[in-house]
């Protein structure tokens, strides 16, 4: 059967999400990437500009909705999840897009960000994650590892940091997935995959802070071990095609100890493409 989907027309270009905002990042900053590629998605929307809206907390990420040339708003700091809530109740026609950090969204934010979750209200929600306070000068964030030794930290942290993904998922997200600032093909299409869900979708995008968290990433970026430590999966054409539990099986032979791959999930639950942060013991 032919398919009857139409591929919408965009009504402006990417330069027209262009501010006349001077650019607050450090230069070499992940933030500027992610900014690029989701300036080249949102037209693909069709949508006019008046009915697109970035929603921020607070921290360098949060600086996000100056740089778009939309409706937006620099919130308070961890509820840009509640602000946008009221604003998508309200007005059902807006693509509302919300914009946090991980210190944002994991710490003052964290109640917020798992009620939403477990809501599904039909928002799009993107966590910066450079595992790090960027905005405040380098204070351990929730995701930051075991060990790290910062400013707030001078011995190093003895917390286990968050998983946001899991976090997702255990609040029954429907859509998860994530990905990296320096990869801006794979994170065009999440962005793209991320608007289409009907629901909360939820895309954590590795980030690099290149003043107080440098090179946090490094690992699935560069040539001598990105093969090993990254691998994309795409749990949700496996699903539908009813072979979800072949990739089960198969993760599993390669000693992948995901947390997908031990909860159970219902039939509408869609996760993205995820970026293993396990060393494969063999490679595909
Ligand atoms: C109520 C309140 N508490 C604390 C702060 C200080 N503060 C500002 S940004 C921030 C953390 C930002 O970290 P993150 O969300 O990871 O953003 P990044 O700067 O790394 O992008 C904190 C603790 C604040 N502005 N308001
Ligand atoms: S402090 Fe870090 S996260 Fe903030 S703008 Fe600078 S490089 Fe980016
Ligand atoms: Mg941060």
Known sequence: MESTATTPTPLFTSKDLVTDQDIRWCPGCGDYSILKQVQTV???????????????????????????????MHSIHGRATAIASGLKAARKDLSVWIVTGDGDSMSIGGNHFIHL???????????????????????????????????????????????????????????????????PVHLKEMLRQAAQHKGTSFLEIYQNCNVFNDGAFEVFTEKASKNKKHSLLNMANHWCSGRMVNWELSLMDLNLSLLIMQKKVSAQTTFGFMTCTIELSQEF
């Open 42 to 72: 949102i037209p693909e929307l069709g949508l006019p500009r008046e009915q697109i809206v970035f929603i921020s907390g607070i921290g360098c990420s949060s600086r996000f909705p100056y740089y778009m040339e939309t409706y937006g």
């Open 117 to 183: 979750l477990r809501r599904n209200f039909n928002v799009n929600v993107l966590l910066f994650n450079n595992q790090i306070y960027g905005l405040t000068k380098g204070q351990y964030s929730p995701t930051s590892e075991s060990g790290k030794v910062t400013k707030s930290t001078p011995f190093g942290s003895i917390d286990h940091p968050f998983n946001p993904a899991a976090l997702a998922m255990g609040a029954d997200g429907t859509f998860v997935a994530r990905s990296m600032d320096r990869d």
